[in-house]
């Protein structure tokens, strides 16, 4: 089975363009989630789903930060416009929905994508 | 709210010697779920091992033996006879019934040869 995919993997862009970063998750989970890595905060939540419905965007940082999941196989995080503080690894992770099998709750995690915004 | 504490930065050992690396965690839920993932330099995630919190025997994979104890909050990591590739940043987590996972600030294992 392919993992979560994560697209692109390495982004470079400059202050004030458009970023869009795209999620596969793993095939039959239901949940997903969009986490973000910086040295200075960790690793943090942005957004979670669940049959794709967003479920905690309580840690998407600000307006400039939206988040899709138009249906089971894939979502968007948009950073319009972006920053040079958004630079960091976004991860994206699955998991099967809570409950339901000895897998569930496991969050499985993408390669993520480098963003480095100068 | 809830929290993990990761309280060594970092570690150093020489190969073959064992590791323990300690995870603290806050939660007023009674129903939760413990996770350790490995970050090796590629960057990646990698999942470990998930424990709810009704299962408290201890788990062992291999080299690796995770103890979990609810009276101290503590869920530590061991590995036992240390090589090179486990040098990685080691992340405990946790979760409330599926939700979202709270990252301590995790702990980077320096093996040496």
């Known amino acids: 089975d392919a993992g979560v995919i994560q697209s692109p993997r390495h982004e470079v862009t400059e202050m004030g363009q458009e970023v869009t970063l795209r999620c596969k998750p793993i095939?039959?989970?239901?949940?997903l989630f969009w986490y973000r890595q910086t040295m200075m905060r960790g690793l943090e939540l942005l957004i979670y789903?669940?049959?794709?419905?967003?479920?905690?965007d309580s840690g998407m940082p600000e307006d400039r930060f939206s988040a899709k999941m138009p249906n089971a196989s894939f979502s968007t995080l948009k950073i319009q416009p972006s920053e040079p503080r958004d630079s960091a690894v976004y991860f994206c992770?699955?998991?099967?929905?809570?409950?339901?099998?000895?897998?569930?709750?496991?969050?499985?995690f993408g390669p993520g994508t480098r963003l480095t915004v100068t | 709210a809830q929290k993990v504490t990761q309280a060594q930065t970092e570690i150093s050992v020489v190969e073959k010697e064992d590791v323990t690396l300690d995870c603290v965690y806050e939660?007023?839920?009674?129903?939760?779920?413990l996770f350790w993932y490995k970050q090796p330099p590629s960057g990646e995630l990698v999942f470990l091992i998930r424990?709810?919190?009704?299962?408290?025997q201890n788990e062992i994979s291999g080299r690796y033996s995770w103890n979990f104890q609810k009276s101290t909050s503590s869920f530590n990591f061991t590995i036992t006879a240390s090589q090179v590739v486990d040098s990685a940043v080691y992340f405990c987590?946790?979760?409330?019934?599926?939700?979202?996972?709270?990252f301590g600030s995790g702990t980077r294992l320096q093996v040496q040869p």
């Open positions: 992770a699955s998991s099967p929905t809570p409950g339901q099998g000895p897998r569930s709750y496991e969050q499985y």
């Open positions: 095939s039959g989970h239901n949940s």
């Open positions: 789903f669940n049959n794709n419905v967003p479920i905690d």
């Open positions: 939660t007023r839920d009674t129903t939760y779920y």
């Open positions: 424990r709810n919190s009704f299962d408290e």
């Open positions: 987590a946790l979760s409330e019934l599926g939700r979202a996972l709270t």
